[in-house]
């Protein structure tokens, strides 16, 4: 190994080290988001695929609405698998794959909180709360006074988890929600976020826009936490690194 490739490593492991409390939490967003796009471009080349295989062989007569209409509908018969089965299921997965990773990052927030701090008397799951993510919330304001839910990307992180809780218990079906609560939040979720809909006669429904204002947010909102602990974070993840990745599914639309 040169002596320049000796220096290059060195200053890769010397900034590892200085970032390591936040740089696995940024990559396993990173991840996610690549893995969400590439499917995403996936599974449409695919529908395209089939509709040039299986379009209508006929020429619909363009004075005539009902004609047009037929063949469009022809059109959406040979994509329908891809539509209306593989890119829900694809974008329930990422939404549970999201709502695992964020509660995965959180607990790794306390691991390296008590690493500075030192261990705490009780541990998180010792807290009473609704779920995990509230009981990891109260556990950082009880033991080292830092209030999660005073970052303004936090109310993302509670929309995810109840959809992520629909799709889990009801397979996205909102009728089946057994709290009426959940399901007036689910219902009036939709004014608030893009792309995304629910009504207690239908599954849910999820589209690209929703997927990726989650992603902005919680990537926004560890950004922010890890910036008022004073964590470094690597060069690696810091300006428009998310929005290059989402650049790639735009550009292959």
């Given at each position: 190994m040169t002596?320049?490739?000796?220096?290059?490593?060195?200053?890769?492991?010397?900034?590892?080290?200085?970032?390591?409390?936040?740089?696995?939490?940024?990559?396993?967003?990173?991840?996610?988001?690549?893995?969400?796009?590439?499917?995403?471009?996936?599974?449409?080349?695919?529908?395209?695929?089939?509709?040039?295989?299986?379009?209508?062989?006929?020429?619909?007569?363009?004075?005539?609405?009902?004609?047009?209409?037929?063949?469009?509908?022809?059109?959406?018969?040979?994509?329908?698998?891809?539509?209306?089965?593989?890119?829900?299921?694809?974008?329930?997965?990422?939404?549970?794959?999201?709502?695992?990773?964020?509660?995965?990052?959180?607990?790794?927030?306390?691991?390296?909180l008590e690493k500075e701090h030192g261990l705490q008397k009780l541990k998180w799951k010792d807290i009473r709360a609704n779920g995990k993510l509230e009981q990891i919330s109260k556990f950082c304001e009880v033991f080292f006074e830092f209030r999660l839910a005073d970052f303004s990307q936090y109310a993302a992180l509670t929309d995810l988890q109840k959809i992520r809780d629909c799709i889990v218990h009801c397979l996205g079906d909102v009728g089946l929600l057994a709290n009426e609560k959940d399901k007036n939040y689910l219902m009036t979720l939709k004014d608030k976020r893009s792309g995304f809909f629910a009504h207690p006669n239908n599954e849910i429904y999820i589209d690209a826009e929703c997927i990726k204002q989650f992603l902005m947010e919680i990537w926004g909102f560890f950004i922010s936490v890890f910036n008022t602990l004073d964590w470094k974070i690597a060069a690696h993840w810091q300006g428009d690194k998310l929005q290059k990745t989402f650049e790639k599914l735009k550009s292959d639309s």
């Open positions: 002596d320049e490739s000796k220096q290059k490593w060195q200053a890769i492991f010397a900034d590892y080290e200085l970032t390591k409390k936040t740089y696995s939490t940024m990559g396993a967003l990173h991840t996610l988001a690549e893995y969400w796009v590439e499917n995403e471009i996936i599974i449409e080349r695919a529908a395209v695929e089939e509709v040039e295989k299986n379009r209508p062989t006929w020429t619909p007569d363009y004075n005539d609405e009902d004609s047009i209409g037929e063949f469009r509908a022809e059109q959406d018969m040979a994509r329908e698998m891809h539509d209306k089965t593989m890119i829900p299921m694809h974008r329930y997965s990422c939404v549970v794959m999201l709502y695992s990773t964020v509660e995965r990052e959180l607990l790794r927030l306390i691991e390296n």
